[in-house]
Each structure stands twice: as structure tokens, then as C-alpha cells.
């Protein structure tokens, strides 16, 4: 814990050089943290380690050690995870060379379509899979109907049927780090590697390979921690036996203690495992990289004609594949009755009527409250980049550390911390905090943070610091500064990093689930509801709005960001 | 920076301060269900039972519900340990309402005496399924069976007839057939207890592993096996409420329904939450079902009224026609022989029920993939 201020040196001025404004801001920053990320971790750590009597034990663990079933569960998540990371390492590291190295028609727009897989809410993603790769999905059906296949073949139900949807969901999570990584390998150590006869594989090995790796972990960390705690789309195609799916099966249900104590258990046993992951990857995801930040124009080849056709065939491939889900959405978000046709024969508006205006609670929750996050997210993301790039505060280190912890913690792990943690009332508090709706907003506000914080110090590296320094020479304090030079010029980054937040609390839907409260419900939370409720095409329309709503910003990003929108996930 | 970070500091506090002081207050113009009752019959519910309290009290009601199935419902209600979040418990089986009343977490239902008069004590033979509690601290709504639905066009495709519960082992139905694990579902649990009651314990689980190496799909929810049947990625479901057979006609979808000999019935019991935030709201809802209004919402949806007065009937075309052809032709639950073997004092014990769960978690959940290979 202490390594922070070891880095920081604290020299006895850097306190006195603070208002009492500065301290207190700093200060909130940090009850924010023990509140909201440290305490309910704890809590978690305390419950997986006692009995119901709160008596120290281990048994909670050694249960789960010894338990078969669990171990192949926990197998199973791992082959799982290591499998949808090979899976998108070769879709994605594809795609980033072909889009950054070379020139091809349309290569602008295949930038843009290929990240917009990354919008797949939980749950709508698999389901869009079923209805068009499902026994019964438009596939099939076209191969019985019309080339006499005997036996639908079975794309969907089994792991494979998750490493599908997984992996043509977060590939563009690699492409971005990869991006982002290649992006920063100046050109001029291209050409000195090649004036020195180093071609090929070679000045792969000793270039590009070691100046990616990073960003190509961090990238393949995030995709692993993803993949490791969706519960949601196992649970479709029939899969029970991962780690995510036992914990929240095994804590949704209260009625078998010892069930309920497992599921406890077993979301201490991921949170462990993702911070364990974290320090393996730590060298390679501290935000501290961002220090050799330039980005440069890299010279693109041109391809001859065949190859053009070649990269154009293949983005198209996999692009096809990774529209799939939205495509089956579409279909069954106006078809009425499909079953067993290619594709629907009804159409109709009516699912779109009753998720968006009937109850308009769904989309007006999801705008607040992922509005909500956003704003908490500035107010605590924005300072914290300040404060770690531009000040040697004790304790930067561990707030970055903790910054990049939060990326790796699976949603379901912070969801039951957090039922733990505030299921009483808070001192001078009447009610349990989880019985008001603002522990939603909060609780997005601290996933979704490191994308804002990211986002505002990758832009913050890029002001240089005699700017501000120039305007204090003249008299300026540092909040004028910051208003008037700072902010200016790093407005673009900081949104786009709340985008990227507001895009992705949007879709959260691991915690936001554990911790939903009646009348309060997120899109995301009503796709689950109308999903388990048996309106599938309902769920299918709220997908299909939170899925514009996701593209719409991610435009915007891409307009604003360029080729810089890989920053934020480094 | 000095004004800066004061504004974040109290733009941080003043959101603690916001929630504690706004959003703690309880109105009386709120009502929160909890229920393992799907969307399909707790929505049209709430719906009437909002407009009939604008009608009655020009109140603007606000409902919402949290769907659970019945064990999480169960164990949600046990966890809020007196303080409930909502308001009414609805659905499932009597015997967990009777755990309840006994830890002292039910109210007793308030509603007129002719009312409650009017309600049956029991129904099925050889042994009685009680429809409302004698102590009086749960009612039976509806009548609803766990029967199966079909997939009548890949049937005709496979060749296979389904009538009653062994049709459900024919060899062809390898793989098409979809079910909710007992230990996540009720529905699924009772039929589990049916069969076992039906074939003894030994057979009825030889039985029951027959059926998982014909069975494609475990689903985590129920209502998830209505739903992969009538899309045609299975042929059968087993162990399917009624209505929510019946919701997937009226959404359009082509699936039949089978009533198979002593299938469980369901009363769909409710009872009002102790230290519920909406008492009163609680026990008008209570009553609204079983007034004729009530009853009308069920009888449309593929349910049976509680009491032999009503019958489901409708104009030519209506939904409750619809429902009447759906199940050949059954109008009410006292008009037809009621078989039931489903004994509660045998399968409502606590033990008991972790029994069949731990049996169906070790010997065919755990060995599904090589029964299927068989």
C-alpha cells in the first residue's frame, strides 16, 4: 500500500502548498473510494471467511476446494477465458494491422463498424445468436427447408456456443488496444530498424512486438475479465457450470443458506483471481504508460488490387459474423410469432410500443442514471487525473492502482459486495442504501470510472505543463488556471472518456441486476425481466433502442476521438 | 482549485445527503409485488387493479413488480427479515406460505367472510390440495396445472404424439425436450414430486433420468422453457404453468397444451407481507382478484378461476375461448376429475425438498452430458 508515496516522494511543501479547498477535495475523493470500492471488497472478503455467526473459518473455502462440481467450474471459466482471449487475439490483432498499416477502400468506415460490436448488451447478444444460429434459427431452418439437412446443427447450445458469441463481442476490445499501442510506435523506429536491415519477422520480434505488448495485454486482461464474469449468456444456451453463472444463481436464491454462503464464496474467489490477474498484467496496465503518449501519423501502404480484395473480404467476413446478433434482434424485435420460418412472417410495431412507450421507465432510467454516473464519474474521474499527473500527492500510486483494479473486478463480485455492504443503514441514514435508488448510479459511476479517468489524463499528458505554468507566472491561481488553460484544452478527451462511460453504463448489467430495486428498473435490468418473463421479443426491442442509443455515441466518439478512442481501455 | 474541489466535495456529499432525505418516505399511492407469476398474468393484474383504484379512490397508483421464482421470492422474503420491500407475495406452492406464516412474516389475509367462504378447502383425490390456509394467512387466487407444451409442427416432423407423461420418454424425443432444474424452479419441483409420488422414489428417479437423456435444455428459469418450445429450438417442454403455455398463443406463436393425469394444480396462493410499506394497497389487491373483475383477468389468460361459481367462457373467438380449445375443452377445474398424488406433508418438508435437489444436483445435473450420450 505504501508504494505510492514512496513514488511521490512527499516533500513537506506539497501539503503546505494546498488551500484547505484542495486537501478537502482530495479528501472526498478518497471517502469516495473506502466508501464505495474498499469497504464493500472487504465486506465481501469478511462474509466469504466466516460462518453465519461471523467466526473466523475456512471451511467456506475448502467446501468449494473440494467440491467437484465447482472445480469444473471454475475449469471451465478459465478454459473459457483463455480461449475467447486466443479467439480475439487473431480477429483483432488482424483487424488493427490491416487497419492501421495498410489502405484499402472504405477502410474509414470498416474503423468505425468494426468497434460497434463492442455495443451488445448482455443477454440481447446471445439471443440475437439463437434466433438466427439456434436449432430453430434461420440457418438451420434454410439448410432443412431447402438442402435436406435431417438434424438441426447445433451452433449455439454448449461452450462453444459462448466462446462464439464472446468472441465476436469483444474483439474490437483488441483491436482498440492494439490500435491505441501501434499507434504510439513512432515511424521513425520503423525506418531506423529497416535502414539497419531488421525486415519481417525480425523487426516484428524486436519492435513492434515489444512496444504493443501492453496495450496487448491490458487488452486481452479486459477481454478475460469479461468473458470470466458474464453470467448472462451462459445461462441462455444451457450452461450452468462456469464460476459466474453458479454465483449468481447461487445467490439469487435465499432459501438453501449454504447455496447462498457458496455464491458468496465464489464471487470472493473471482475478485481474487482478477486482482491476482491485475498484478501478473501490472507492469503492462499502469496508467503510467501513458507518459510516452504521442500519437503519429503512420504511413499506410497501399495494397495491390487482390490483397484490397482480400482485407475487404475478410473485414466483411467477420463483420457479418459480429452483425449476426443485430440482426437477429431486428427480425425479432418487429416479427410476430416467428418460429420456425428463415424469417419472420408478421411484422409488427407493437413490442416497441410497449417497452418504449407504455413504459417509458426502462430508456428514462437508463439515460438518468447512467446520466447520474456520468456526472459522479467527472466529479471524482477528473480530479484524479489531475491529481496523478499533475501533482506528487501521497497516495496517487494507490489511487491509479485502484483506478485499474476496478477495470479488472467482474460486476457480479462489486453487485453482491455491494449487498453485503449496505444492506443496513449507513450512520445518519434511515434507510439500507441498498433500498434507494441511488446505489445504481453509484455503483456504474465506480465501474465506469477508470474510462473517465483514463480518457481526461491521456489528454491531460498532452498539455504541456508550461502552458499552465505561463498563466501562473501572470498571477493566475490554479483553478483559474485549470478553467481557463487547462480545461479548454482537455474538454474533448475528458468527454470522451465519459462517453465511453455513459456507453458502457448503459449496457452494465452484472451489478445493476444484484442490486435492482422495483420501480427503478434500466433498460438493461427490463431486457432481463421481459427476458426471464418470457417476452422475448420485448427484450429484443429494448435491446434494439439500447443498441442505437450505444452506436449514436460511439459516433459521436469517433467523430471527436479519431484514432485516439483506444486510450481509454489501455 | 480551492473553489473546484469544494464544489466536487459537496457535489459528493450532496448526493448522500438527497437519498437519505427524498427517497425514504413510503406513500400509500405505491404498491410492490413480488412473484414467481410471470409477466404475462402479473402485468394485466396490476394494470386492472391500478384503474380500479383511480375508479374507487381517484388515487393514481403506482405498481411495479419484482418477478422471482418461488424459492428466490421465498428467500427474499425470509432475508428482508420483517422489513419487506414489497408488498404481496404471489405464486407457488402453499407449503412455502405455511414456513412463512410461521416465522411470523404474513399478515393475515383481511377479506370478506362470504369471500373466503366461497373458496373450496381443497381439491384432487386421493389427496386434497389445500386452496387456502386454515389459519388464515394465505388464499388461493387461481387455478393453474404444470402440464407440457408442445411444438406441434416439429412433432408431426419427429413423428411423436404426446398424451400423458410417458410419451415424454420415446426415443425419438432425444434432445427436444426443454426443463427447468427443480432446485431453480417450483413448477419443475412439484412435478418432480408427482412423478416420484406416481412411481415411488426409486423408479420415479429412473424414470426422471430417462427424461434428462431425452431432455436438450436445462434452462435456469422456468419460463424459459415456454419460450424455446414455441420458437421450434425444442419440441416439448415439461412441467409448464398453463397461462404461461397460453401467453405464447396470444403472442402469436403456434404450441399445444397437455393436461396430464395428476399433474400438480396450483391455487397460485397470496399473502400480504408483515410490516409491508403498502398495507393497505396489499389487502385491496387481495381482494380485487377474487372479485368477478379479478377472476375475468385469469380466465382470459389461460388460468381457472379459484371457486365453482365462475366458468371460462367468452364470445366466439375471444381469448377465453381461445384458452378453453387450448386445454381440449376444460372451462373449470370442479367440473373435471382432479387427480392428485402430490402429497404436501410428504413433499413440503424442508428436508425433503433439499433431498430431492441434492439427489437431482449429484445424479443427473453433475452426469447430464453422459445421459444424453446413452
Known amino acids: 500500500m505504501n508504494e505510492g508515496t514512496a513514488v511521490a516522494l512527499p516533500k513537506p511543501s506539497v501539503w503546505s502548498e494546498m488551500k484547505i479547498g484542495g486537501i478537502l477535495g482530495y479528501a472526498a475523493i478518497w471517502a469516495f473510494f473506502i ?234 474467489i473471482m475478485v481474487i483471481l482478477a486482482i491476482l490477474f491485475l498484478i501478473i498484467a501490472k507492469k503492462y496496465v499502469s496508467i503510467k504508460d501513458y507518459s510516452s503518449l504521442s500519437y503519429s501519423v503512420i504511413e499506410r501502404k497501399k495494397l495491390s488490387p487482390l490483397a484490397q480484395a482480400g482485407a475487404i473480404a475478410f473485414l466483411a467476413f467477420i463483420l457479418i459474423l459480429a452483425f449476426i446478433p443485430y440482426l437477429g434482434l431486428a427480425l425479432d424485435s418487429f416479427g410476430r410469432g416467428w418460429a420456425l420460418t428463415p424469417f419472420p412472417v408478421k411484422y409488427t410495431l407493437q413490442y416497441f410500443e410497449r417497452v418504449a412507450i407504455e413504459t417509458p421507465k426502462f430508456i428514462i432510467n437508463s439515460l438518468l442514471y447512467s446520466g447520474i454516473s456520468v456526472v459522479i464519474c467527472i466529479a471524482v474521474g477528473v480530479p484524479i487525473a489531475w491529481v496523478m499527473s499533475r501533482t506528487r500527492l501521497p497516495g496517487r500510486g494507490v489511487l491509479d492502482s485502484l483506478t485499474t483494479l476496478i477495470l479488472a473486478l467482474p460486476g457480479t463480485g462489486i453487485g453482491i459486495a455491494y449487498m453485503r455492504a449496505f444492506r443496513d443503514p449507513l450512520p445518519f441514514m434511515t434507510t439500507a442504501l441498498i433500498g434507494m435508488w441511488i446505489v445504481i448510479p453509484v455503483v456504474l459511476a465506480v465501474r465506469r470510472l477508470p474510462y473517465t479517468v483514463r480518457g481526461t489524463f491521456a489528454s491531460l499528458l498532452i498539455v504541456h505543463r508550461s502552458f499552465e505554468e505561463a498563466a501562473e507566472s501572470v498571477g493566475a491561481t490554479k483553478a483559474r488556471t485549470f478553467k481557463d488553460v487547462t480545461l479548454p484544452l482537455i474538454w474533448k478527451g475528458v468527454l470522451v472518456g465519459s462517453l465511453y462511460s455513459f456507453i458502457l453504463a448503459l449496457q452494465e448489467a452484472s451489478a445493476t441486476l444484484l442490486l435492482v430495486i422495483p420501480g427503478h428498473e434500466m433498460m438493461t435490468v427490463g431486457i432481463f425481466n421481459f427476458y426471464i418473463g418470457g417476452s422475448v421479443n420485448e427484450a429484443a426491442a429494448l435491446g434494439f433502442i439500447l443498441i442505437i442509443l450505444g452506436a449514436a455515441c460511439l459516433f459521436i466518439i469517433n467523430r471527436m476521438a479519431g484514432s485516439k478512442m483506444g486510450g481509454v481501455f489501455g | ?166 410419451d415424454l420418454l420415446n426415443p425419438k424425443l432425444k434432445g427436444q425436450i426443454a426443463q427447468c432444474t427443480p432446485d431453480r424452479s417450483s413448477s419443475s419441483h412439484a412435478s418432480y414430486e408427482v412423478i416420484l409420488a406416481m412411481y415411488g422414489w426409486e423408479k420415479g428417479w429412473d424414470w426422471l433420468t430417462k427424461l434428462a437423456a431425452n431432455t436438450g435444455i436445462f434452462t435456469a428459469r422456468s419460463r424459459d422453457v415456454p419460450s424455446v418450445v414455441s420458437k421450434g429450438e425444442f419440441a416439448v417442454g415439461v412441467a409448464v404453468p398453463s397461462y404461461m403455455a397460453f401467453a405464447e398463443v396470444l403472442g402469436g406463436y403456434d404450441v399445444m397444451f397437455v393436461y396430464p393425469k395428476n399433474a400438480y394444480v396450483t391455487p397460485e396462493p397470496m399473502a400480504v407481507l408483515k410490516g409491508a410499506p403498502h398495507p393497505k394497497a396489499a389487502h385491496a389487491f387481495v381482494e380485487f382478484l377474487l372479485t368477478e373483475e379479478g377472476q375475468r383477468i385469469f380466465m382470459e389468460r389461460g388460468l381457472y378461476p379459484i371457486t365453482p361459481k365462475y366458468k371460462v367462457q367468452g364470445a366466439p373467438g375471444s381469448n377465453a375461448e381461445k384458452a378453453v380449445q387450448f386445454t381440449a375443452g376444460i372451462r373449470s377445474f370442479y367440473d373435471i376429475p382432479v387427480g392428485n398424488v402430490y402429497d404436501p406433508k410428504v413433499a413440503g418438508e424442508k428436508k425433503r425438498n433439499e433431498e430431492v435437489n441434492a439427489y437431482f444436483r449429484k445424479e443427473i445435473a453433475e452426469k447430464h452430458k453422459e445421459l444424453i450420450k446413452k
Open chain 1, 35 to 268: 466508501i464505495f470500492l474498499i469497504y464493500p471488497l472487504i465486506r465481501l472478503f469478511y462474509d466469504s471467511f466466516t460462518t453465519e455467526a461471523g467466526i473466523f473459518t475456512l471451511a467456506n473455502f475448502q467446501d468449494f476446494f473440494t467440491d467437484a462440481f465447482y472445480l469444473k467450474s471454475l475449469m471451465n471459466s478459465m478454459l473459457l477465458g483463455v480461449g475467447t482471449v486466443i479467439t480475439t487475439s487473431i480477429i483483432g490483432i488482424a483487424i488493427a494491422f490491416l487497419l492501421l498499416r495498410y489502405d484499402f477502400p472504405g477502410r474509414g468506415l470498416f474503423s468505425y463498424l468494426t468497434i460497434i460490436p463492442m455495443i451488445m448488451p448482455p443477454l440481447v447478444g446471445v439471443m440475437g445468436f439463437v434466433f438466427i444460429m439456434g436449432r430453430a434459427g434461420t440457418v438451420n431452418i434454410i439448410l432443412q427447408d431447402y438442402f435436406g439437412l435431417q438434424h438441426p446443427i447445433n451452433f449455439m447450445y454448449g461452450l462453444h456456443g459462448v466462446l462464439l458469441v464472446e468472441t465476436l463481442h469483444l474483439f474490437p476490445l483488441m483491436t482498440l488496444s492494439i490500435v491505441d499501442a501501434m499507434g504510439k510506435i513512432s515511424p521513425s523506429l520503423d525506418e531506423a530498424a529497416e535502414s539497419v536491415g531488421s525486415r519481417g519477422l525480425r523487426k516484428f520480434r524486436d519492435i513492434t512486438f515489444p512496444l504493443t505488448t501492453p496495450g496487448y495485454v491490458s487488452g486481452a486482461l479486459l477481454v478475460f475479465i469479461w468473458t470470466f464474469a458474464d453470467f448472462a449468456t451462459p445461462l441462455v444456451v444451457g450452461i450452468s457450470d462456469l464460476l459466474a453463472s453458479q454465483a449468481y444463481l447461487n445467490i439469487v436464491q435465499f432459501v438453501d443458506r449454504r447455496l447462498f454462503k457458496m455464491g458468496i464464496v465464489i464471487s470472493a
Open chain 2, 1 to 166: 482549485m480551492k473553489r473546484f474541489a469544494v464544489v466536487i466535495a459537496l457535489a459528493v456529499m450532496g448526493f448522500f445527503c438527497l437519498s437519505g432525505i427524498g427517497f425514504s418516505q413510503a406513500i400509500e399511492n405505491e404498491f410492490y409485488l413480488i412473484t414467481p407469476v410471470s409477466k404475462d398474468v402479473h402485468d394485466p393484474a396490476l394494470k386492472a387493479f391500478a384503474a380500479f383504484v383511480k375508479k374507487k379512490y381517484n388515487v393514481d397508483l403506482k405498481t411495479s413488480a419484482m418477478p422471482q421464482g418461488t424459492p428466490v421470492a421465498y428467500g427474499q422474503i425470509v432475508e428482508w427479515k420483517g422489513k419487506p420491500q414489497a408488498d404481496v407475495f404471489w405464486g407457488g406452492e402453499g407449503t412455502l406460505f405455511d414456513l412463512l406464516a410461521d416465522q411470523g412474516l404474513l399478515d393475515k389475509v383481511a377479506i370478506p367472510k362470504a369471500m373466503w367462504d366461497e373458496i373450496p378447502a381443497t381439491i384432487g383425490k386421493p389427496i386434497g390440495l389445500p386452496l387456502k390456509d386454515p389459519k388464515g394467512y394465505w388464499v388461493g387466487t387461481t387455478l393453474e396445472p404444470y402440464g407440457l407444451i408442445y411444438q406441434p409442427t416439429l412433432l408431426k416432423r419427429l413423428g411423436v404424439e404426446i398424451k400423458g407423461w410417458d
